[in-house]
């Protein structure tokens, strides 16, 4: 999946290899100090972040299907402008 990228904070998605819905609740993180750079992390739907053990990192060409798209308000907007400034894998 190239299109819509970055997905908003509260898009639900299923990745490559399962069915189950996955909600993006974090953009760019890693899973520990000096780690791979994570463009999502995310945890199943609808059972949401119960504990440590169920969060999921991926990368966006991952991403198998969207289910929803999250809220996309101007201060969102705005945010995918400034990381589009700063990083190139973040098309507008």
Not at 9 to 20: K, P, Q
Not at 28 to 44: K, M, T
Not at 58 to 85: C, T, W
């Amino acid at each position: 999946m190239t299109e819509n990228f970055p997905l908003p904070i509260g898009s639900v998605i299923t990745l490559e290899n399962t069915d189950r819905p996955v909600m993006i609740y974090g953009r760019l993180q890693s899973a520990g100090e000096g780690e791979v750079l994570f463009d999502y992390i995310g945890c199943f739907y609808p059972g949401g972040q119960i504990d440590g053990n169920n969060t999921i990192y991926f990368q966006h060409h991952k991403i198998n299907s969207l289910l929803h798209k999250g809220y996309v308000s101007e201060e969102e907007e705005e945010l995918h402008k400034k990381l589009a400034e700063k990083n190139s894998e973040f098309p507008e």
